[in-house]
């Protein structure tokens, strides 16, 4: 009888043995995408004003100065509508305030300086859902269109998340300023006189002969 006992004792602590086990293994799981994979789902009514277009989402934060993330940044700027490239120099960037790491007002990504023109800029979110419902640790590139009249910022509809941006100015000429517009303006000046006077010209040699 005893030695039934100690049987099924035997096989009832072999039994929990592997039952604990079991649970403490973890199960496998796929191993995740590389940063910069585009896993898609970027939306560019997340902004406003609405951007013009958007590139990713892109896995991970590759708003970095590494080889591989300005590879993939440079990747993301070439797959905009449009022919963007961006020269790689992360340094350059960051030296003129262009990579940015707190919102203002609650959620502006405030440039601090007027852009022109066509603007590129990519954020990083630790945990953003778009509207296809999609959630994670991604990166996104909005093109804008800030035309002649320009913007400070942009206003992040949902900063749930937010990290940091970069400020990719595709534009840098903008509007000229208004010293610029007084020498084109004295050129012109110069050019209609000088036109005048050729005329004038022409037109003495034309009754003197």
């Known amino acids: 009888?005893?030695?039934?006992?100690?049987?099924?004792?035997?096989?009832?602590?072999?039994?929990?043995?592997?039952?604990?086990?079991l649970t403490a293994t973890p199960a496998l799981a796929?191993?995740?995408p590389p940063d910069g994979t585009n896993i898609g789902g970027c939306d560019s009514t997340l902004v406003t004003p609405d951007a013009t277009a958007c590139a990713g989402y892109y896995t991970g934060n590759i708003l970095d100065g590494?080889?591989?993330?300005?590879l993939n940044q440079q990747n993301a700027i070439a797959s905009l509508p449009g022919p963007f490239t961006w020269d790689g120099n992360w340094t350059g960037l960051v030296n003129a305030g262009d990579v940015i790491t707190t919102l203002t007002n609650t959620n502006q990504i405030n440039f601090g300086?007027?852009?022109?023109?066509?603007?590129?800029?990519?954020?990083?979110?630790?945990n953003i859902q778009d509207t296809l419902g999609n959630t994670g640790?991604?990166?996104?590139?909005?093109?804008?269109?800030?035309g002649t009249t320009g913007?400070?910022?942009?206003?992040?509809?949902?900063?749930r998340g937010f990290s940091n941006a970069a400020l990719y100015n595709t534009d840098p000429r903008g509007v000229p300023e208004p010293s610029t517009w007084a020498m084109m303006l004295l050129g012109f000046g110069a050019?209609?006189?000088a036109m005048r006077r050729s005329r004038r010209k022409t037109q003495l040699v034309s009754q003197l002969a």
């Open 191 to 193: 050019a209609g006189v």
């Open 137 to 146: 640790n991604v990166s996104v590139f909005w093109l804008f269109d800030f």
């Open 151 to 159: 913007a400070n910022y942009v206003t992040l509809d949902n900063t």
């Open 1 to 21: 009888m005893n030695m039934m006992k100690n049987a099924w004792r035997s096989i009832a602590i072999a039994g929990i043995s592997a039952a604990i086990a």
């Open 30 to 32: 796929t191993a995740p």
């Open 113 to 126: 300086t007027t852009l022109f023109g066509q603007t590129i800029i990519g954020a990083h979110f630790g």
């Open 66 to 70: 590494s080889s591989t993330d300005i």
